[in-house]
């Protein structure tokens, strides 16, 4: 699976959008884009997916770009629950659910 | 409906004993994964446990081991326990094999002293 980079952290203002950016240079043309979020002390949340098309559900929205190459999840509305570590991850669909996690981005919503 | 359950909540043990952590999937999910967590890490991938066959294995010792069961039920074996075993044990269930969404249990906190 592709490698993915992301910003060690970054801090939103509550109410406002977050956008929370990853490069995934090395992506292949079967490889989705996966975010996950966790929450301290909790297990990993889903959130999106997407393969090249922007996808939006109740959550978030997720931006790819037209290369596949980054991408960016956005949060619309930050509130103080969104403050959590939120993991790009890029997968081939239909293969073994071996996620494979970096590092992240703690976000974190500040009043 | 309930969710993904893992027991114990933590777990103390010493270096060079064994733990056993189980995990009960979401009910009518097949397959269930294992990851390691350590402190301010990502969780790394473990097992993956399929229609009670094991589906994939991440980069980890032959210390560690799992199974699941008929009812779907997972237990993860840690023999010879290290001090660099302490961790986070998360387990996530999904249907189908490939599922979209994993489903992340919160976790077991082993602690080896």
């Known amino acids: 699976d592709a490698k993915t980079t992301q910003p060690p952290s970054m801090d939103c203002a509550e109410g406002r959008a977050a956008n929370l950016p990853c490069n995934h240079s090395t992506i292949s043309g079967n490889e989705y884009v996966y975010w996950y979020r966790q929450i301290h002390s909790q297990g990993p949340q889903y959130i999106i997916h997407g393969l090249k098309n922007n996808e939006t559900n109740e959550m978030a929205s997720l931006i790819i770009t037209e290369d596949r190459k980054s991408s960016t999840l956005i949060l619309p509305h930050a509130t103080l629950r969104d403050t959590a570590v939120y993991y790009c991850?890029?997968?081939?669909?239909?293969?073994?659910?071996?996620?494979?996690f970096g590092t992240g981005t703690r976000l974190t919503v500040i009043p | 409906d309930a969710g993904v359950t893992q027991s114990p909540t933590h777990l103390i043990k010493t270096r060079g004993q064994q733990v056993t952590l189980r995990c009960s999937p979401i009910s009518g999910h097949k397959s269930v994964s294992w990851y390691q967590q350590v402190l301010g890490q990502g969780p790394q991938f473990i097992f993956q446990?399929?229609?009670?066959?094991?589906?994939g294995r991440g980069n980890f010792p032959d210390r560690f081991s799992a199974r699941q069961f008929p009812n779907y039920s997972s237990e993860l074996n840690v023999n010879a326990l290290l001090l660099g075993d302490s961790a986070l044990y998360l387990c996530?269930?999904?249907?189908?094999?490939?599922?979209?969404?994993?489903?992340f249990g919160p976790g077991t906190r082993l602690t080896v002293t």
């Open positions: 996530a269930s999904s249907f189908p094999f490939s599922g979209t969404e994993q489903y």
């Open positions: 446990y399929y229609e009670k066959e094991e589906r």
């Open positions: 991850i890029v997968r081939v669909e239909g293969g073994a659910n071996n996620l494979f």
